[in-house]
């Protein structure tokens, strides 16, 4: 940039450099929470304990409080369906538990398209 006589920015210059350190600063943190929010994506759709593993294996730079709370739903939610497992299995045999179970969970889910 132009300087003038005394070899320092002008004002105007002076604000156009802070202007572009400013961009250059936004384009970086837009970056890392687009990242950020890439790793919620991926480990919200690793929700078995092979996938899991494999998808929480990542810098600590893309890591948040937000990707806590996915890790957390998606541990919750292989909780649930174990359990369900377990439920169908000792009923299987023994009860119309199962059925039920499973007609309870496609309601659900139905309702849940429709919201959608």
Known sequence: M???STNTLSPL??????LA??????????DLLRMRLTAC??????NTIESAALA???????KSAVLE????????QMQYRAALKNLRKAFAQESNVAVYIDAVLN???ESFKELA
């Not at 350190?21 to 837009?30: H, M, S, V």
């Not at 994506?41 to 690793?46: E, F, L, M, S």
């Not at 709370?69 to 919750?76: K, N, P, Q, R």
């Open 2 to 4: 132009p300087t003038n």
């Open 13 to 18: 210059e002076d604000r156009v450099c802070f």
């Open 21 to 30: 350190a400013e961009i250059k600063r936004l384009e970086d943190e837009l």
């Open 41 to 46: 994506d991926v480990i919200a759709q690793a």
């Open 56 to 62: 929480r294996t990542m810098s600590d730079y893309y």
């Open 69 to 76: 709370s996915v890790i957390e739903a998606v541990d919750l």
């Open 107 to 109: 309601t659900q889910i």
